[in-house]
């Protein structure tokens, strides 16, 4: 059986090499591919480093490494972002878009293709992939009778998966999968394509597999919290790439922290890899302004998959915040430990998305059911 795994981040590659890696037999042939886009080098090595708990047949990487740290949409995509969806020019966009997504397709066919080796004809295929992803098309496209299943990345993936579910025999592998089959079920559809994946304990055998691979990375990552201190982990989001008023956001997102913390607390701050210096300077400052303790995580420990780090972090860390990261969730399912708070900001982020690019506030505005009845069970909103 030729099994083909799509993912896109760190955190899909450490579930879908675990389960690649739970459920091989000698008769399945497994392939990884990194999917197209841009990524930073140090992202791109900790995907690799976490796949390498599995035996590949080969990893295929379409990244495009990232040399920039800025990553801010430039004009011509601002402008786009807003055109798009003005009823005259929504015709004419899909048109270019189609005509550049066959063209790009067409390409990476041919690649994958070369690099995939031994295809049989009339071999049974599976194929797991997130919704959305560049190669999506290309390996539906190349493998037409495989099985389709899915994994996640990211919240959004529940919210396209529930009203785009697998077709026939393909499933949705997912963390939430109890919550979600209840939410789908409350609004009468099939729940039956949701598959249970990753529960507490499964997660830290993952966690400990990688960090027996990392020691290196286990132990600069265990120094980052001292035994004296209580920290509070601020996991950041990419404000100026939504085109919002970042400095006003953080201002008051960060007033709100401060009073679910202490005088002591020492405030752990994990930036975005989308995050720009300016956005970081805005919070620089607002710590600096209000004399808090604080540090923020280097490239290299800020690269490793959140949901994993915190492996090493959890019996230091006291409270968690976030705007409305989809890690803050994660980890208050992966670590319900009693004495850590996981915080969330949608209400507070509600009025400022009325002002963001129209795909982005819908999708930010339809996820509200999902986020009171699927995700939030262990945290408070801020």
């Known amino acids: 059986m030729l099994r083909i795994f799509l993912t896109s981040s760190h955190f899909s590659t450490a579930l879908m090499t675990s389960y690649a890696n739970s459920t091989a037999d000698h008769s399945t042939r497994d392939y990884l591919i990194l999917d197209g886009g841009p990524r930073k080098s140090e992202t791109i090595n900790q995907i690799k480093v976490t796949a390498g708990i599995h035996e590949w047949k080969d990893v295929l990487d379409f990244s ?9 949409p430039d004009l011509r995509k601002r402008i786009t972002r807003r055109l798009k ?8 966009y899909k048109f270019l878009y189609k005509r550049h997504d066959t063209k790009v397709h067409a390409i990476l066919e041919i690649e994958v293709l070369k690099r995939i080796k031994e295809v049989v004809p009339g071999e049974q295929v599976q194929l797991f992939m997130l919704k959305e992803t560049m190669l999506n098309k290309t390996l539906e496209k190349l493998f037409k009778s495989a099985e389709v299943n899915y994994f996640e990345h990211g919240l959004s993936d529940y919210l396209i998966n529930y009203t785009q579910p697998p077709n026939g025999k393909g499933k949705y592998f997912c963390v939430f999968a109890n919550e979600f089959k209840t939410f789908i079920k409350k609004n009468n559809l099939n729940a039956d394509f949701v598959e249970q994946f990753s529960g507490t304990e499964y997660f830290e055998n993952i966690c400990k597999s990688y960090f027996i691979h990392q020691q290196k990375q286990s132990e600069k990552l265990k120094a980052v919290c001292a035994p004296e201190k209580e920290y509070a982990l601020i996991i950041l989001q990419p404000f100026e790439n939504l085109q919002l008023d970042s400095q006003k956001c953080w201002e008051g997102f960060f007033n709100k922290v401060f009073s679910k913390t202490n005088t002591s607390t020492h405030y752990l701050i994990k930036s975005h890899p989308s995050q720009s210096l300016k956005e970081l300077g805005y919070i620089k400052t607002i710590l600096d302004q209000t004399n808090k303790s604080y540090s923020i995580l280097d490239t290299d420990s ?3 998959c959140i949901e994993i780090g915190f492996y090493l972090w959890k019996d230091k860390i006291k409270s968690v915040f976030s705007p409305y990261s989809s890690a803050v969730f994660y980890l208050s399912l992966l670590y319900p430990q009693k004495d850590i708070q996981y915080y969330y900001a949608y209400e507070y982020m509600r009025p400022f998305m009325a002002s ?11 996820a509200a059911p999902m986020i009171r009845e699927v995700f939030s069970k262990n945290c408070k909103e801020i």
């Open 64 to 72: 495009i490494v990232l040399t920039d740290q800025e990553q801010l």
């Open 356 to 366: 963001i690019p129209k795909h982005f506030s819908k999708l930010f505005l339809q």
């Open 85 to 92: 969806n003005i009823p005259g020019f929504r015709p004419i």
């Open 302 to 304: 800020s690269a490793v």
